[in-house]
């Protein structure tokens, strides 16, 4: 059974950074890509980033691009979002999610990657 629980949330001034983690349980992480979405109210989720699981390959919503990174710890079966220079914007719930099906020559945001397993969220607050 595919499990991923988030932490890692709370509130910061403008400008500040907060980590992200995302562990999970049930599968190997190894072969799977995981994905950050957020969703804040009144708006669609999206997808802020993915990391793939064959040389851990990366990609960004555009939104996001040179503030966030992601990365991942196969040993510890652990990904992390490590978000800096946060806008009021970034603020919304946090999920990471993976897919059932492991498709490792995937890349990240082809439709081949669909997104079946989800934490419950953590919540990120921007706001001075």
């Known amino acids: 059974q595919f499990q991923l629980v988030e932490s890692g949330g709370g509130s910061v001034q403008p400008g500040g950074s907060l980590r992200l983690s995302c562990v999970t349980s049930?599968?190997?992480?190894?072969?799977?890509?995981i994905a950050w979405f957020r969703q804040a109210p009144g708006k669609e989720r999206e997808e802020v980033s993915c990391?793939?699981?064959?040389?851990?390959?990366?990609s960004y919503a555009d939104s996001v691009k040179g503030r966030f990174t992601m990365s991942r710890d196969n040993t510890k079966k652990t990904v992390y979002l490590q978000m800096n220079n946060l806008k009021p914007e970034d603020a919304g719930v946090y999920s990471c999610?993976?897919?059932?099906?492991?498709?490792?020559?995937?890349?990240?945001?082809?439709?081949?990657?669909?997104?079946?397993?989800w934490g419950q969220g953590t919540q990120v607050t921007v706001s001075s």
């Open positions: 999610a993976a897919p059932f099906i492991s498709t490792p020559r995937a890349r990240c945001g082809s439709r081949e990657v669909q997104y079946d397993a």
């Open positions: 990391i793939s699981p064959t040389l851990g390959g990366t």
């Open positions: 049930g599968f190997t992480m190894d072969f799977y890509h």
